[in-house]
């Protein structure tokens, strides 16, 4: 353990640099990427200064299916600057796919990639943080919005509530982080074997874990054009994260046939007493009964129905059970070999 972490402080020590990969997923952005591109020169320019990242960086644009210019100007910034590279998707496959599509391209070139929305809403400064926590040795380093102080009060209220859903339903995720993340190399190769075609980038990273530390930031409003996430696919996307994490919407359903089972029998035992007293209408009593009894019943089975379909569901998506993230076997230290 104490060998492979002094290896690791030594590597960081004598050359404290990295090859980072910036991947901006961009669907019709033509107005904003001249701008960004200019705001992440010179952090790149400036990190290269200071000996913090190598020449082989790059910030890679992904262009997801734009119907606009994006992808001709993503190839003449590529043309113009010495960092830029592009990535062309086949069409438009929702933001969550294009960071993905970036991320598994570029793991196989950087040290550690951050993910970032092209509209300069993530603050370009962050970047410089996560770098420096990456060459202190953390693997995920959370982009965290200290306040959301430039959102509108909808925007606010429904991202907030979002998050607290998410947390009630037993999701664990980073509260008021979005897509701004370093991630390493090896966090990146956990992702590539999450198969699932539900993506919910924010929900799968804690899940694979590794040494992770949030950077603040304020969040800006969008340099240009319009939000390309209209209220529908914000819900849309809101509920593939839950869906996609928790089993616990059917496990509710269970629980409340159970909950009107219960209160079926007290109907019973009140329709019985009422009925002994001679208060009732013929036939009340077993209407009554019979209604809730057989609407909890039939909760109930749904709900336990649902339960092995939610088994059969995560079992389909066939996650590895664990990842191994250090070796402590003598042998195997001295003998420099893995398993
Ligand atoms: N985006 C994408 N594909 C889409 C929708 C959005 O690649 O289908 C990108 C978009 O270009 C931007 C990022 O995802 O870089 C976030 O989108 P936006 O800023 O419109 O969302 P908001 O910040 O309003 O939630
Ligand atoms: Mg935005």
Redesign the pocket.
């Known amino acids: 353990n104490i060998i492979v972490l002094c290896n690791r402080l030594e590597d960081n020590m004598s050359t404290k640099s990295m090859t980072l990969y910036m991947v ?6 033509e107005e904003v990427l001249e701008e960004t591109t200019k705001q992440l020169n010179v952090i790149f320019d400036g990190m290269k200064e200071a000996g913090k990242i190598t020449e082989k960086s790059r910030i890679l644009y ?1 262009n ?1 299916g734009s119907r606009d210019q994006t992808w001709n100007l993503i190839s003449k910034l590529h043309k113009e600057n010495f960092w830029v590279s592009g990535l062309n998707l086949s069409r ?4 969550q796919n ?2 993905l599509a970036g991320l598994m391209y570029a793991k196989d070139h950087c040290d550690a990639a951050i993910s970032m ?3 300069l ?1 993530d603050d370009v400064h962050a970047i410089e943080q996560m770098v420096d926590l990456y060459l202190q040795g953390k693997d995920v380093v959370y982009g965290v919005r200290s306040s959301r102080k430039k959102d509108t009060f909808f925007k606010k209220f429904t991202a907030e509530g979002f998050y607290k859903i998410m947390k009630w339903m037993g999701v664990d995720i980073v509260f008021n982080h ?1 897509d701004f993340r370093l991630m390493s190399k090896r966090v990146l190769m956990e992702m590539e074997k999450y198969k699932e075609v539900n993506l919910f980038l924010r929900g799968m990273v804690p899940l694979i874990g590794y040494p992770s530390e949030c950077v603040y930031y304020e969040r800006n409003e ?1 340099f240009a054009g ?4 209209p209220l529908k ?2 819900l849309s996307f809101a509920f593939d994260g839950i869906t996609s994490f928790s089993v616990k919407p059917i496990r509710f359903i269970l629980s409340m046939g159970i909950v009107i089972f219960f209160v079926s029998i007290a109907i019973l035992i009140y329709s019985i007493v009422r009925h002994c007293m001679g208060a009732t209408a013929l036939g009340w009593s077993s209407l009554m009964v019979s209604i809730w009894a057989l609407g909890g019943l039939q909760l109930f089975a749904i709900g336990l129905i649902g339960e092995y379909i939610g088994k059969m569901y995560l079992e389909t998506k066939g996650r590895p059970r664990f990842a191994i993230q250090e070796v402590l076997d003598k042998v195997e230290n001295e003998k420099g070999t893995a398993l």
Do not use: W
């Open positions: 901006v997923p961009c669907y019709n952005e992904v997801d438009n496959r929702g933001h294009a960071v929305d092209a509209d809403q979005a969008r319009e939000s390309k996430y696919k914000m």
